[in-house]
């Protein structure tokens, strides 16, 4: 048996294979879903192999200044910090109505540190030092990827290139979807 606390109310789950499980689909339930997932993970795909090809060519400012592996590295390293503290930010705000004794033998880490966040308004200062964090991180992840003036990439037309590297969206979509929606 598994608890779950909802609105204040626990709810009893039974995982034993003699009751049904329940399949969910978590939107792909027509085939406009999966069309859907599948241009948003080519979006995201060639978003992600543009940038990483600007950084391979030496057409960042990180990669131009210092090398181009450093700033690929810095790049990803900072793409996983930002999950990590977009993550941790949603336990931290979603946690503290729950009782805490619930997770206390499962989770014992998250209990203590919750024990510590939720108490007094250490929940607030945890959230204003976050948020100058993820500005530190989006400028650092900026100056390894975005692309200097007039980059070109893989032979790609100019009116890709314009979509994708000088309106920014190729670095939105891969900031975006894989260091901050994803782990939120």
């Known amino acids: 048996h598994r608890f779950c606390r909802r609105r204040r109310r626990y709810h009893r ?14 939107g792909t339930n027509t085939p406009l879903d ?20 600007l950084i391979a060519t030496g057409n960042t400012k990180l990669a131009q200044d210092v090398h181009p592996a450093a700033a690929g590295v810095i790049l990803w390293a900072c793409i996983i910090w930002m999950s990590m503290i977009e993550g941790g930010q949603c336990s931290m705000v979603g946690l503290p109505p729950i009782d805490r004794e619930l997770y206390k033998e499962s ?18 200062r945890y959230l204003m030092g976050r948020q100058f964090m993820v500005i530190f991180v989006n400028f650092t992840i900026s100056l390894a990827g975005a692309p200097l003036a007039g980059a070109q990439v893989l032979g790609l037309p100019s009116w890709i290139t314009a ?21 939120q």
């Open 163 to 183: 979509i994708f590297l000088d309106s920014g969206i190729a670095m939105v979509l891969q900031n975006v979807v894989v260091g901050q929606l994803t782990s």
């Open 107 to 124: 989770h014992p880490i998250t209990y203590k540190i919750c024990s510590w966040g939720h108490k007094g308004d250490n929940l607030d």
């Open 34 to 53: 999966w069309i859907r997932i599948a241009v948003s993970l080519f979006l995201v795909g060639f978003s992600i192999v543009i940038v990483l090809a």
């Open 13 to 26: 789950f039974n995982m034993s294979e003699e009751h049904e499980v329940v399949n969910h689909s978590h």
